[in-house]
């Protein structure tokens, strides 16, 4: 059969093509039982007309398309205007599967996947070619008939070393490479052992029955960042795992084969909670040049009673402090304007980072993901506001809440400010560029930038 994915990154800051592992995943497995895929990837603004083309082009018999919560509301404009073809339409991804009451509002949405969906996929796609009964497969809702069927989950795949590389080809793949400085992307595990208030992980673990936090054989990835790096042209390697470093001793397996085979140079995201002297040592002696951790939120009480992250802030700067000690750089993830945030608050983080002085800073508004508690909060206090969500509307730029403690216009302003806050009057440089990037025009001057955005880059965080 022919599967069309469908990818939309529409309206996303920043405008780097990405790659998508999941969708790489569910098509090597369909692939790879005789199937046929193709990709169709919708970026900058809301516009049908490539997938029209493509679905002309391709005929599909299934279109599978991806959803994270923001995407959805252009999404469920694309199975309007594909609607005229007939074709079966699937919806999965972490929106979806958090929020499955959507497939009965959805008139032109024939199934989704509820969790992780290579086997689901493959077994629905085998059930159309044959013509038989699609109700009952396990993850998959289908609304046939005015019903819905909403089956039971499976078990979370529990041996990742069976699945297939994901495919590469899906995409261009050496596009998504060169427009991201060179950088390949993997992952090495999936799930996440915590459960931060606002992270679509606390909801995702829930979906299934089994071990939600699985790694990959250090043999299974290591060989998998070796064909990549041999088939396309790589100056580095992202490990984009939720946090590499759980485990001490996959850690030292791993910083041990992947200096001997591949080498090259890579970063991580982790947590401070995981790092020690020698965790950090490995990772540098293996060629890892930048650690990514996030504080989202500087004020310890709020951070735990709110986020439920309960590192200290001790444990946080002296986290930093190690990596630094030994070399690597560093990168915070920041968020501003929680439910019950204040400016006050927020100035927590303003003064976590400017202590630390990570080598680069990443700031983004707060958005409230349906199946997380924070969504729950939000709807709970009557927060959300989403007639304000238009065209215009940036996911993480601006916010769709309405807080009583926090206004929109401070909100903005905090985000914007943030980069001069935490660097100004100690490192002009990365003030004035970081500055830029989360400036009003700072859309703008990425795009105008873009020929020279490796050079900034290696500027900016030297
Ligand atoms: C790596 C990553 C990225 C990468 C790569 C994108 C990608 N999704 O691969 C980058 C940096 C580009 C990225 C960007 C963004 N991300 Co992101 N990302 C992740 C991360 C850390 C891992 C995703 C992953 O690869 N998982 C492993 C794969 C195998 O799982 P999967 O993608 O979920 O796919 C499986 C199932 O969901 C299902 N499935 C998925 N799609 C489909 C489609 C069909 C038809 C079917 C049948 C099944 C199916 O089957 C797949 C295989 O089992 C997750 C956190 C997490 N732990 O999931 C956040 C996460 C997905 N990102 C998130 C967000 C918000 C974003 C951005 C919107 C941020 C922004 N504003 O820029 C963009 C959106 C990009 C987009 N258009 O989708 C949120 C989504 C929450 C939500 N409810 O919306 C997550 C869950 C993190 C969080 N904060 O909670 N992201
Ligand atoms: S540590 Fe990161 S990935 Fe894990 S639940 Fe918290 S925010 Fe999500």
Not at 77 to 92: A, E, P, V, W
Not at 146 to 154: L, Q
Request: aromatic residues 14%.
């Amino acid at each position: 059969m022919k599967i069309l994915f469908v990818y939309p990154d529409i309206n996303i800051r920043g405008g780097a093509l990405s790659y998508h592992y999941g969708l790489g995943s569910l098509s090597s497995v369909l692939k790879k039982a005789g199937h046929q895929t193709a990709l169709q990837y919708l970026y900058g603004n809301y516009n049908p007309k490539p997938l029209l083309q493509k679905i002309e082009e391709f005929k599909p018999d299934v279109i599978g398309i991806t959803t994270v919560s923001f995407q959805y509301k252009y999404i469920k404009r694309l199975l309007k205007d594909i609607s005229r073809y007939g074709i079966f339409t699937i919806c999965g991804g972490p929106h979806i599967s958090l929020a499955p009451y959507e497939l009965e509002k959805a008139e032109y949405l024939n199934a989704i996947c509820v969790g992780e969906g290579e086997y689901a996929l493959l077994e629905l796609v085998n059930a159309l070619e044959k013509n038989e009964d699609i109700t009952n497969i396990q993850n998959i809702w289908v609304k046939k008939d005015g019903r819905i069927y909403s089956n039971p989950s499976r078990p979370f795949v529990e041996d990742l070393d069976k699945l297939p590389f994901v495919d590469r080809e899906l995409f261009d793949f050496q596009e998504i490479v060169y427009s991201d400085y060179d950088r390949a992307e993997f992952m090495s595990s999936r799930g996440c052992p915590y459960s931060c208030t606002y992270c679509s992980n606390s909801g995702l673990r829930k979906v299934s029955e089994g071990k939600y936090v699985r790694f990959r054989s250090v043999e299974n990835i290591v060989a998998e960042i070796k064909d990549v790096v041999t088939r396309y042209k790589v100056k580095s390697v992202y490990l984009n795992d939720d946090v590499f470093t759980i485990n001490k001793g996959y850690v030292e397996e791993f910083c041990k084969l992947y200096k001997e085979e591949i080498g090259y140079p890579f970063e991580i995201n982790t947590r401070v909670e995981n790092l020690t002297l020698e965790i950090l040592q490995m990772l540098k002696d293996a060629g890892c040049y930048r650690i990514a951790m996030g504080l989202e939120q500087g004020d310890e009480k709020f951070r735990k009673e709110v986020l439920n992250r309960p590192m200290s802030n001790k444990k946080i700067e002296e986290a930093f402090a190690l990596a630094k000690q030994v070399g690597l750089k560093t990168k915070t993830f920041n968020i501003v304007g929680f439910p019950f945030e204040t400016v006050d608050i927020h100035m927590g983080t303003v003064n976590l980072n400017r202590k630390i002085q990570p080598s680069s800073i990443v700031i983004y508004i707060f958005e409230p993901y349906p199946g997380t508690p924070l969504y729950d909060v939000c709807v709970k206090n009557n927060f959300i506001e989403t007639e304000r969500e238009d065209e215009e509307f940036v996911s993480r730029t601006d916010t769709i809440l309405k807080l009583p403690m926090f206004p929109r216009k401070d909100i903005i302003k905090c985000y914007r400010r943030f980069p001069w806050r935490v660097y100004g009057g100690k490192s002009f440089k990365r003030a004035f560029l970081f500055k830029l990037y989360y400036s009003k025009y700072g859309e703008f001057l990425i795009k105008m930038m873009s020929p020279f955005k490796k050079k900034i880059q290696r500027f900016a965080v030297k």
